[in-house]
């Protein structure tokens, strides 16, 4: 479960990013989180990792309080939830498979383990003979859904992605929106920030509307 | 446990292979530490049969009163009576010529001299210790003795011994200031290569950080390569000062051979060898430690 607490964050020299805002979302949920640009959509997204802290209010991911957390223990929760970043933050000097191995180098898992855990995530985004390649030469569509392996290749229970659809195609959208369905189908809590109302509409699940840092939940018939 | 041996296994792998991917500013910072740690090294190799020589001498200050080659036993004794009554001298002790042959014949190389001798050419001779040790006051007495009968030289032997110790005493400070300067430098040239490190691979060490990785994890190899990189710096100064010592010793050889010494500069102990790689590579720990300390706080995430 993931809940917000009149959560505020305000960047050294900004106006707030996010105003007071409230929700919470259930295990296994699907949400949207819509918005113009710099409503606050990515800045939502990176409190719940703990990327950046909030700057009052407080932000509780599975029972932990983010804010009350030490820093040392941030690792392990980054662990648990897998990102896609807006700008997707692969490694441009490793292969595919380097890259989807890069966060089971420092979870505890056995080599062979491992390797089988890499590949199966390769399969699961239709990356898998595609092991050797560079991120550099790979499509738009393939480099999404390689930054979506490699989020979720240490099974983690929340998945957050940061418009992952934003500068694809129709057709590659739509397979990249297959891959979450899939994984919000198994039970996978995700969070979605999108532009694309139709998408939304498509899909389902509740929306979050972002507006200069203040968020109001749409109905999702609304939304249609 | 298996973890955590993986894990180790794993950055000291990362650590090598950073060093290697980095070919030749990594050999040349690898050889950068090696030459530094090779010049107090040789220092201490060259200063080193100068300590055991003056083990060997008496430094405390003595005179050594040689007497005539005529003299006799009678007058040798009666100088002895007048040594000893003299208020100035702490004791006198009495070296027979005959023991001067035999000290002189186990002496390397002189065994075969002595033994074509057909008279002892050597006099008797009294080592002298004065109460008062001062060069001024010893040179007096010396000069006094040196007027007393059956007296033909006095000699304030421990003064060259003094100033070579003072000598060795100076080379080792010189060698500890080199040596400290040296450490620090290493120190700084660890602490530059792994902020270069760091800075190259930025991205990397960023989505580690956003995708998990502890900073332990993240640290790991750094420390790794600044003691890969100090060790490998002592090893390649052991080598040079070792082929070093080898070829001076061919030479040195040549001219000890000549004097009938079997003198050679020694090669440093396995204990010492082995304490130069691990002080190379714990000062390189620290030059990372430090650079990491510095560098990876830089980089936070967003
Ligand atoms: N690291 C930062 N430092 C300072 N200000 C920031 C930082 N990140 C975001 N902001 C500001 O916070 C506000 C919200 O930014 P945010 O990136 O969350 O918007 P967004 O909804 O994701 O926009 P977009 O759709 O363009 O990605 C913007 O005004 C932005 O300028
Ligand atoms: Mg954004």
Redesign the pocket.
């Known amino acids: 479960m993931i809940s917000f607490d009149s959560v505020s964050?305000r960047?050294?020299?900004?106006?707030e990013?996010?105003s007071r805002v409230t929700f919470s979302v259930d295990n296994g949920e699907m949400i949207f989180i819509t918005?113009?640009?710099?409503?606050?959509?990515?800045?939502?997204?990176?409190l719940i990792p703990a990327i950046?802290r909030p700057t009052s209010g407080s932000v509780v991911v599975q029972g932990q309080n983010i804010s009350a957390m030490k820093a040392s223990a941030l690792p392990y929760l980054r662990r648990s939830i897998g990102v896609v970043f807006?700008d997707q933050k692969l490694l441009h000097d490793r292969n595919v498979y380097e890259n989807v191995m890069l966060p089971l180098a420092f979870s505890d898992h056995a080599p062979k383990e491992a390797a089988r855990r890499a590949r199966a995530a390769l399969d699961k985004v239709g990356l898998l003979d595609r092991e050797l390649s560079h991120p550099i030469q790979l499509s738009g569509g393939e480099q999404q859904r390689l930054a979506i392996a490699r989020a979720v290749v240490n099974r983690p229970s929340i998945l957050i992605a940061?418009?992952p659809t934003a500068n694809l195609d129709d057709d590659s959208a739509r397979i990249v929106m297959e891959i979450f369905l899939s994984f919000h189908q198994v039970g996978v809590t995700i969070l979605l920030?999108s532009?694309d109302q139709a998408m939304m509409r498509r899909y389902g699940g509740r929306v979050f509307a972002?507006a200069g840092?203040k968020l109001t939940e749409r109905p999702a018939e609304a939304a249609a | 446990m298996r973890s955590w041996l993986r894990h180790h296994r794993m950055a000291f792998n990362s650590a090598a292979r950073k060093l290697a991917a980095q070919k030749s500013a990594a050999f040349a910072s690898v050889l950068a530490i090696g030459i530094a740690i090779s010049l107090p090294l040789a220092g201490y190799i060259l200063l080193e049969p100068l300590r055991g020589l003056l083990g060997r001498v008496a430094l405390e200050p003595q005179l050594t009163v040689f007497m005539k080659q005529s003299a006799k036993r009678d007058d040798a004794d009666a100088l002895g009576r007048t040594l000893r009554g003299d208020v100035r001298i702490g004791s006198a002790r009495l070296i027979a010529k005959e023991a001067a042959l035999k000290e002189l014949a186990s002496v390397e190389g002189m065994a075969d001299v002595v033994s074509v001798l057909a008279i002892n050419p050597l006099p008797d001779a009294y080592v002298v210790r004065a109460r008062d040790t001062a060069p001024e006051s010893m040179e007096r007495l010396a000069s006094e003795l040196q007027a007393l009968p059956g007296v033909e030289r006095v000699h304030a032997d421990s003064l060259w011994a003094r100033r070579l110790a003072s000598i060795a005493a100076i080379g080792r400070v010189a060698l500890m200031i080199l040596s400290t300067l040296l450490g620090f430098g290493l120190i700084a040239v660890t602490f530059n290569t792994i902020r270069l490190q760091i800075l190259t691979l930025r991205d990397e060490i960023e989505v580690s950080k956003l995708l998990g990785a502890t900073d332990g994890y993240i640290r790991r190899p750094y420390y790794y390569l600044g003691v890969l990189q100090g060790a490998i710096g002592g090893a390649i100064a052991l080598i040079i000062v070792l082929t070093g010592t080898y070829i001076m010793n061919l030479e040195v050889g040549v001219l000890a051979d000549s004097y009938g010494s079997s003198f050679r500069l020694p090669f440093p102990p396995l204990a010492d060898a082995v304490s130069v790689i691990v002080y190379a590579g714990l000062l390189g720990w620290l030059g990372a430690h430090l650079s990491v300390s510095r560098h990876l706080r830089d980089i936070e995430p967003?």
Do not use: V, W
């Open positions: 964050k960047y050294p020299g900004n106006r990013a996010l918005g113009h640009s710099g409503a606050g959509k990515s800045t939502l997204l990176k950046e807006q940061d418009e920030a532009h972002l840092g | 967003s």
